[in-house]
């Protein structure tokens, strides 16, 4: 039997962002992947690191964000560096625009409230929104420019990760299913897979959408998937250079190459991941909306990913109440790839066993799951 330190099930970005934490202090670490690593939310995300795009509410959440989105630099440098594997981080700033006049109204009156996170936040006109990207729609009423917003390539982020965890002695188990965790007394003590049976002290459940499917006190009203259908275009000539969000969480990525990300649908409670008529035809014409030129594009491909909500929209981070040992890490929702250099910090501790000394951590405690549910 092979034994490790830690194990870790679910080979996305929020399990490989604690594998590399924990390999990179010579922790004896495996992560165990029933498909291919990054092959779930993680490959399908847009990759944008929206610490304020996506959160418009003071909380513990939006601390959570930020403190993450800090890290990012360095760490794409390091694993650069480490694997050779470039995330392809791109710091130019999101543009969150309003394409009606309830929206604009909304953006206006949290402008303040940006402001006041972030000094360097710009109010836009759309004369001025045209000056920073002239192919943007007339239509459009004004928006916020959010410079310390960013964005990467999901996928290599977190293969990135993966390598840098094998660099450093780490187990990378693709296509192998955990079927049990063991326990004993109420402590863990390895996990049951279709390679074989692992052993631990530690295991740490980064599973997502499916892990109601692994631990039989988590129920689809703690984790729920909610499918996103994005499409990716191509255009002869420059079109966009800021990523550019609107209030419906819609949004449009430039990529490499003349590419354009252009997601996402909402469907919660599937696991169905079909790409619908109905919703690349919603992509297009929002797209169009925004960008008349993005009619002349090519259409490249389309996908969707099944990103894991929770009850109240915020992830679990903790050890588990009913057994020792066992680590939760799941329901980072649309901002998995943004708070998984965080999270893999803050995991990395609490295995260590120091509890995390950031003022938000215990807001995410797996604990407000069972009290909700009465367990």
């Known amino acids: 039997m092979k034994e490790y330190d830690v194990i870790v099930i679910g080979g996305g970005v929020i399990g490989c962002s604690i594998a590399y934490e924990l390999a990179k202090q010579h922790k004896k670490v495996a992560v165990v992947e029933q498909g291919e690593i990054s092959s779930g939310a993680s490959r399908a995300a847009a990759g944008i690191l929206g610490a304020q795009a996506e959160i418009d509410e003071e909380g513990p959440l939006l601390q959570f964000a930020l403190s993450s989105r800090e890290l990012f630099k360095n760490r794409v440098n390091e694993l650069r560096e480490l694997t050779g594997i470039d995330a392809e981080l791109i710091e130019k700033g999101v543009l969150k625009v309003a394409t009606t006049e309830d929206g604009f109204e909304e953006l206006k009156r949290k402008f303040s409230t940006y402001k006041k996170w972030d000094l360097s936040v710009e109010w836009l006109t759309t004369s001025e929104l045209k000056k920073r990207e002239t192919m943007l729609s007339s239509t459009i009423k004004g928006g916020i420019f959010l410079p310390n917003d960013g964005q990467l390539n999901a996928f290599k982020y977190t293969k990135a990760l993966a390598y840098g965890t094998a660099v450093y002695g780490g187990d990378l188990y693709e296509y192998c299913h955990v079927s049990q965790i063991i326990e004993e007394n109420g402590y863990v003590k390895g996990v049951v897979t279709s390679q074989g049976t692992f052993a631990a002290s530690s295991v740490v459940v980064t599973t997502g959408a499916w892990t109601s499917k692994l631990l039989p006190y988590v129920t689809e009203k703690n984790v729920y998937p909610v499918k996103g259908e994005c499409m990716l275009l191509k255009?002869?000539?420059?079109?966009?250079?800021?990523?550019?969000?609107?209030?419906?969480?819609?949004?449009?990525?430039?990529?490499?190459?003349?590419?354009?990300?252009?997601?996402?649908?909402?469907?919660?409670?599937?696991?169905?991941?079909?790409?619908?008529?109905?919703?690349m035809s919603k992509l297009f014409e929002k797209a169009k909306e925004l960008i008349p030129e993005l009619s002349h594009s090519v259409f490249l491909k389309?996908?969707?990913?099944?990103?894991?909500?929770?009850?109240?929209?915020?992830?679990?981070?903790?050890?588990?109440?009913?057994?020792?040992?066992?680590?939760?890490?799941?329901?980072?929702?649309?901002?998995?790839?943004?708070?998984?250099?965080?999270?893999g910090e803050l995991m990395r501790d609490l295995i260590n066993g120091t509890q995390p000394k950031e003022h938000f951590f215990n807001a995410f405690s797996p604990e407000r799951a069972y009290s909700l549910k009465g367990g």
């Open 235 to 279: 255009s002869n000539k420059p079109i966009l250079e800021h990523t550019i969000y609107t209030r419906e969480a819609f949004y449009i990525v430039p990529k490499a190459g003349g590419k354009l990300l252009v997601g996402a649908t909402i469907t919660p409670h599937t696991f169905d991941r079909a790409v619908t008529f109905g919703g």
């Open 302 to 343: 389309s996908w969707t990913g099944l990103r894991p909500q929770t009850d109240d929209g915020w992830p679990y981070l903790g050890e588990s109440p009913y057994m020792k040992g066992c680590f939760l890490a799941y329901g980072h929702y649309r901002n998995g790839i943004l708070l998984s250099a965080k999270t």
